[in-house]
Nanobody, 115 residues
Framework: QVQLVESGGGLVQAGGSLRLSCVASGSIFSESALGWYRQAPGKEREWVAGITDGGSPHYRDSVKGRFTISRDNAKKMGYLQMSSLKPEDTAVYFC?????????WGQGTQVTVSS
């Protein structure tokens, strides 16, 4: 069984920065890709960034150059460094990992960007 717990969300002014963390339990973390998703009120959950087990990052276009995803397999930690935040980045942010047909989600952390 895998459990993910996010932290680091909060209220920040536009242009500010936040660093989200995701700590994992279980043995599959280092062998699995890690993703960050977000869901704004009234909107579908969307993929934000992902990082392969080997450390190759990928981003949705709207966050490229502003967000950086990373991981520390030894600590079973994933991170999302967010800079130059915009009000449209306001959402609940979730981390996710998967193994085969099983997907594991954290409970989410709220990020609110004020204008």
């Amino acid at each position: 069984q895998v459990q993910l717990v996010e932290s680091g969300g909060g209220l920040v002014q536009a242009g500010g920065s936040l660093r989200l963390s995701c700590v994992a339990s279980g043995s599959i973390f280092s062998e699995s890709a890690l993703g960050w998703y977000r869901q704004a009120p009234g909107k579908e959950r969307e993929w934000v960034a992902g990082i392969t087990d080997g450390g190759s990052p990928h981003y949705r276009d709207s966050v490229k150059g502003r967000f950086t995803i990373s991981r520390d397999n030894a600590k079973k930690m994933g991170y999302l460094q967010m800079s130059s935040l915009k009000p449209e980045d306001t959402a609940v942010y979730f981390c996710k990992t998967a193994r085969g047909n099983d997907a594991y989600w954290g409970q989410g952390t709220q990020v609110t960007v004020s204008s």
